[in-house]
């Protein structure tokens, strides 16, 4: 492990506020957040997908899917050459793309995918050869934020699509959408 690990950015002690850490966490590309105690040795870690687990109870404010979802949204045809995906992500500083059929969603493909596949260093595949399960999960724009979170934290997914009623991709609600609201929601509360 110590061959391929690299030093964690992003640490926290254990009595850092949860909004403070929660908003490190969103703005930097690193998932997770190294907990650490008072002699600077790890005790825990908060990732991307617990602040997702949180804001599915934590969240209450009347904000929906369509509302905090990104845009534009990033896409790719199933039949380019999954390279391409890679250099969108890069130059869009996204983790996700979305992978079309035409005019019809296909499936969502991870920078994650990407790296397994070994397409930064060259492997030749298409985007289709990527996606990992073309029975994409979609919400609807008019979905309370919180339902959303849900369904991201059960499907353990790091985006979700958000259609109109024609089926189209309209924006992607991703865990730092949703951490973001949810950092907005426990500064306004003051929960922790």
Request: aromatic share 2%; with cysteine; hydrophobic share 45%.
């Given at each position: ?89 890069l ?5 996700h793309?979305?992978?079309?059929d ?48 849900a ?42």
């Open positions: 492990a110590d061959d391929i690990a690299e030093p964690s950015k992003l640490t926290a002690k254990t009595d850092d506020d949860l909004d403070t850490v929660l908003r490190r966490l969103m703005k930097d590309p690193q998932d997770a957040v190294i907990v650490v105690n008072a002699e600077h040795h790890p005790v825990g870690i908060i990732t991307e997908h617990d602040g997702v687990r949180l804001a599915q109870g934590e969240i209450d404010a009347p904000v929906d899917a369509g509302h905090a979802g990104s845009r534009p949204v990033v896409s790719v045809q199933a039949d380019d050459p999954a390279a391409v995906a890679w250099s969108l992500m130059a869009d500083k996204v983790r793309v979305l992978v079309m035409g005019n019809t969603l296909y499936g969502v493909i991870s920078a994650r995918d990407l790296i397994e596949d070994d397409v930064p260093r060259g492997r030749q595949l298409t985007c289709r050869d990527v996606v990992r399960n073309e029975d994409v999960l979609t919400v609807p724009a008019e979905l309370p934020l919180h339902e959303v979170a369904v991201m934290a059960e499907a353990k997914v790091g985006c979700m699509p958000v259609t109109d009623d024609n089926g189209m991709p309209e924006a992607v609600v991703t865990r730092t959408d949703v951490i973001g609201v949810l950092v907005e929601a426990l500064e306004e509360e003051e929960l922790f």
